[in-house]
Nanobody, 115 residues
Framework: VQVVESGGGSVQAGDSLRLSCAAS????????MNWYRQAPGKQRDFIAG????????SYADSVKGRFTISRDNAQNTMYLQMNSLKPEDTAVYYC?????????WGKGTLVTVSS
């Protein structure tokens, strides 16, 4: 499975962005997709996840109420709508796709939020 993130950029505090994560290859095996982010000098943290079957969603407390995860199974694509962005949301955002036996990472997309 190949994973490619897109949609990052530089915005002002309070702005919105929508990230996309496109999976290709053996996509029939995908059971869940997650978003993570890694700020400079910090560990990579989970921020949101969604299953491909029932659409069950979960969020980190830091983004709950501001970010919304969704997916289009037909397109094998996951989205992250990010509203009310804050400078502390600045990070590289990564997508991880979970197959039956292993997970696959993308290379990330950079989001920079200035005050």
């Amino acid at each position: 499975v190949q994973v490619v993130e897109s949609g990052g950029g530089s915005v002002q505090a309070g702005d919105s962005l929508r990230l996309s994560c496109a999976a290709s290859g053996s996509t029939f095996s995908i059971i869940a997709m997650n978003w993570y982010r890694q700020a400079p000098g910090k560990q990579r943290d989970f921020i949101a996840g969604i299953t491909t079957s029932g659409g069950s969603r979960s969020y980190a407390d830091s983004v709950k109420g501001r970010f919304t995860i969704s997916r289009d199974n037909a397109q094998n694509t996951m989205y992250l709508q990010m509203n009310s962005l804050k400078p502390e949301d600045t990070a590289v955002y990564y997508c991880k796709v979970f197959g039956a036996k292993e997970g696959y990472w993308g290379k990330g997309t950079l989001v920079t939020v200035s005050s």
